[in-house]
């Protein structure tokens, strides 16, 4: 568990895509964080690459790697318009459903994994299946529906 001054500080793990929804998941962690405390863990994770030969795949990894960066970049800022809200991030490579498991893991502070469900009509993601069906976490896991705007998160948050 985390500790700041002998008071429990929970950390909201959000995974970080480059999708639309995934900016709902970043707004409700930044606001509850906003007024709960705590930090906003933003997480990345790197397809490995599937070409190798020839210095490929280290160029694959480089621009996925900046793409990741800039994605992470793109976050923070948006979490810094809501206000003053600890960060970290995380970049790690793999399968991302295992990646997060890991990092859950190694982080007892973690209490909180926030996951953006899509607007369309092809139901849940594979991130949110695994999590709801098969997680072994201790954790919370909460899905925030794509649709959603900042003022019906605000109301929930």
């Given at each position: ?10 950390k ?16 409700f ?6 007024r ?34 800039q ?5 923070l ?65 909460t ?5 959603m ?9």
């Open positions: 568990m985390a500790e700041i001054d002998g008071e429990y500080r929970r909201f793990l959000v995974f970080i895509d480059d999708s639309e929804e995934c900016d709902r998941a970043v707004t962690a930044a606001y509850r964080t906003r709960t405390g705590g930090t906003v863990v933003l997480m990345s994770v790197l397809e490995p690459p599937g070409f190798k030969g020839l210095g490929v795949e280290d160029v694959l990894r480089a621009e996925a790697l900046e793409e990741a960066e994605n992470l970049s793109k976050r800022r948006r979490i810094a318009e809501i206000g003053a809200i600890k960060t970290e991030t995380v970049i790690r490579e793999g399968r991302p459903a295992d990646q997060i498991e890991a990092v859950i893991q190694q982080d007892p502070g973690i209490a909180i994994l926030v996951l953006a469900a899509a607007t369309n009509a092809e139901g849940p993601n594979a991130l949110i299946a695994h999590f709801a069906g098969n997680s072994r976490l201790h954790v919370l896991v899905v925030v529906p794509g649709s705007s900042d003022e019906e998160i605000v109301a929930v948050s």
